[in-house]
T-cell receptor, first 115, second 110 residues
Framework: NAGVMQNPRHLVRRRGQEARLRCSPMKGHSHVYWYRQLPEEGLKFMVYLQKENIIDESGMPKERFSAEFPKEGPSILRIQQVVRGDSAAYFC?????????????FGPGTRLTVT | KNEVEQSPQNLTAQEGEFITINCSYSVGISALHWLQQHPGGGIVSLFMLSSGKKKHGRLIATINIQEKHSSLHITASHPRDSAVYICAVYYGGSQGNLIFGKGTKLSVKP
């Protein structure tokens, strides 16, 4: 049973380009969470999605950032017109469906560098 | 402000020592995670608990809901335990709204 997969593991983009980060949850998991870890800072919640539905995007920057989790395929975190301040590690996690608090399993992260 | 405070920030221990990392939070929660982040950056979930105590190998996690406090203990520490240990709590709203501590950087010397 493969764990949470993220790709690419490392991504380099020039300022103004778009970055697309992918996350495939664990088998049987239909809830996906995205977190960002800025250099020398703690993890911060960005967005929580179920298949075809955004549940909570209270941690997403208002502009340039979007996320989706389609019926088929991985969840995508998209950053348009990247700036140097977007350089960070982006982690996704997944959990089983249901109400209440369920354990989240983390992917290896995507390290985005904006030059 | 809802915060998660961890102590200490940095911890150096000799191999074999008993280690305790503390986590305090400011609001009622439904559950608390202890996570381990290796030098390579990957994150592993160690425990999720909402009451009492859990044990896995040399790791023990406890939580006191009334005192809003949790501890992570490592018995017979080993250099491979060197990592950053992160406490995260589920705070109200959707179950995705994890609030993270800044982490405790542990270094175990042989």
């Amino acid at each position: 049973n493969a764990g949470v997969m993220q790709n690419p593991r490392h991504l380099v983009r020039r300022r103004g380009q778009e970055a697309r980060l992918r996350c495939s949850p664990m088998k049987g998991h239909s809830h996906v969470y995205w977190y960002r870890q800025l250099p020398e800072e703690g993890l911060k919640f960005m967005v929580y999605l179920q298949k075809e539905n955004i549940i909570d995007e209270s941690g997403m920057p208002k502009e340039r950032f979007s996320a989706e989790f389609p019926k088929e395929g991985p969840s995508i975190l998209r950053i348009q017109q990247v700036v140097r301040g977007d350089s960070a590690a982006y982690f996704c996690a997944s959990s089983v469906p249901g109400q209440g608090s369920y354990e989240q399993y983390f992917g290896p992260g995507t390290r985005l560098t904006v030059t | 402000k809802n915060e998660v405070e961890q102590s200490p920030q940095n911890l150096t221990a000799q191999e074999g020592e008993f280690i305790t990392i503390n986590c305090s939070y400011s609001v009622g929660i439904s559950a608390l995670h202890w996570l381990q982040q290796h030098p390579g950056g990957g994150i592993v979930s160690l425990f999720m608990l909402s009451s009492g105590k859990k044990k896995h190998g040399r790791l023990i996690a406890t939580i006191n809901i009334q005192e809003k406090h949790s501890s992570l203990h490592i018995t017979a520490s080993h250099p491979r335990d060197s990592a950053v240990y992160i406490c995260a709590v589920y705070y109200g709203g959707s179950q995705g709204n994890l609030i993270f501590g800044k982490g405790t950087k542990l270094s175990v010397k042989p």
